[in-house]
């Protein structure tokens, strides 16, 4: 892609809180010549800004699902699908070839990425296997009380805060036991005031990264962000980017334990729910993987050295039709 050539784009998932994200962006940035969006819900909160929008089967239907997509891909033209779950990243990523034989570029990371990221425990094994701090983890069916209450349950994949349970004692265990036996348990790592997110972008050369802290609210949504610089966390991004051989974006999400150390506990594969408040500070993964998969030069210029941003509710409407007064 050279900057006069505007590309058709598809985004999935517009209605989920990174779909919105990224909708709003690529208005901005305004790289397309058509945008297609699609989302299970009739009725996404993105529905009015993309050109046209299409109700999508849920990703969990793999064949239909993909169906769909191809079908979407080949009536509009499609260059680039820009995927916004991580169901649906699954998907894409188990189905590259055929978009590849298609001509059709997917913003997601690398297969090794994907698989391992996903899934939490894999994560774990991730951290483990290459000297990297974690939290004291088991799985359900090797724990013999180790921890000591409350700790976090959680199932090997998850979608933000779904699948992710407190356990406060004997009776929440015995409870989740039965009811998820293949599921992790987890120690808590610090508290919700040392919670940070790691933005890491990489064009497989050069790694760029920001940090927040946060603070979660309206579900799993970081609801305030706090710009945070610290070498030790600039290290542990190059080092995760540098083993995971990373072109394009991920997320570490880490918490600061007593002694100051940044004890990563998951790592999401995927564009984050702060692309908003990383785009306004000035780091522009999303805009930046869309050029390095086209093969253009990417530019990383820091718009605020210090900030806080915070998240704000709104609402959307669709169908309206006004009422008239008889005369």
Sequence with gaps: MTKSKKIRILVTGIGGDIGIGIIQYLKEIKYHSLLIGCDTNNYPASKNDVDHFLNAPNAAEKEKYLDFILKVCQKYHIDLIVPSSEKEIKVFDEQRDIFTNNNIELLINNAFIINTFMDKYKTIQFFKNNDIPYPKTYLMNNYNDELKFPYVLKLKETAGSKGIFIVNDKLDLNYYKRKYRDALVQEIVGDIDNEYTIGV???????YQIAFQRYLGFGSLSRY??????????????????????KGSINIQVRKNKEGSYIPFEINPRLSSTLAFRHYFGFEDLKWWIELIYGNKIQYIPRYKEGIGVKTLSEVYFDLEEEFENE
């Excluded at 972008?201 to 790694?207: A, N, R, T, Y």
């Design 201 to 207: 972008f990489s064009d497989g050369i050069k790694m």
């Design 225 to 246: 962000v706090k710009i945070i610089h610290d070498d030790k966390i600039d290290q542990l991004a190059k080092k995760i980017s540098e083993l995971v051989k990373l």
